[in-house]
């Protein structure tokens, strides 16, 4: 069966990066885009951006051009998104998702504080 | 790009039917059929309930609906049930450079 594991929570200080893993199996990890949706405590679905795990192509939200990165691993099946220059508003639980045009598959979230 | 336009809150009683609505624009909603809906339970990941405006995934209740029309897309859910207490967002692909957009959630309550 298909499934998208995540990396565990992380506490970081204002400022730091934050990198997270979404290993996935059950399916051939470069035939389906891996998205990165991120949900801020008590806040709605917000949208970071996709990486193309066959090709490596990118494409981020407007909002994250500066400060994401989305990277993979094909040997490892596993999709990364690293996210830079930390503040507090960063606070959120990360969610990484399977899919083109709608998400079918979905991790199970990783919790990062941001906190000094 | 903003957020697609969900109410933030609608209820139901049991075995009512309910619908949410997801308005948008002409370069999301409105300019293509890639609406999704999905469900999330407090402290879970979402779900998708329906894809391609229409169509639902394998697994998931007949009483789940999804329609369009012009920039507004809708969730129906018939005979509501206690289980289908949860938040709900509709997410669009969109022409504009953010490419994946989501609605700001609504929570439905069933009474």
């Known amino acids: 069966q298909v499934q998208l594991v995540q990396s565990g929570a992380e506490v970081k200080k204002p400022g730091a990066s934050v990198k997270v893993s979404c290993k996935a199996s059950g399916y051939i990890f470069s035939g389906s885009y891996i998205h990165w949706v991120r949900q801020a405590p008590g806040q709605g679905l917000e949208w970071m951006g996709w990486?193309?795990?066959?090709?490596?192509?990118?494409n981020y939200a407007q909002k994250f051009q500066d400060w994401v990165t989305m990277t993979r691993d094909t040997s490892i099946s596993t999709a990364y998104m690293e996210l830079s220059r930390l503040g507090s508003d960063d606070t959120a639980v990360y969610y990484c998702?399977?899919?083109?045009?709608?998400?079918?598959?979905w991790g199970q979230g990783t919790l990062v504080t941001v906190s000094s | 790009q903003s957020a697609l336009t969900q109410p933030a809150s609608v209820s139901g009683s049991p075995g009512q039917s309910i619908t949410i609505s997801c308005t948008g624009t002409s370069s999301d909603v409105g300019g293509h059929n890639y609406v999704s809906w999905y469900r999330q339970y407090p402290g879970k990941a979402p779900k998708l309930m329906i894809y391609d405006v229409t169509k639902r995934p394998s697994g998931v209740s007949n009483r789940f609906f999804g329609s369009k029309s012009g920039n507004t897309a809708s969730l129906t859910i018939s005979g509501l049930q206690a289980e289908d207490e949860a938040d709900y967002y509709c997410s669009s692909y969109t022409s504009g450079s953010t490419s994946r957009v989501f609605g700001g959630g609504t929570k439905l309550t069933v009474l």
């Open positions: 998702a399977r899919g083109q045009l709608f998400f079918d598959y």
């Open positions: 990486i193309n795990p066959n090709s490596g192509d990118t």
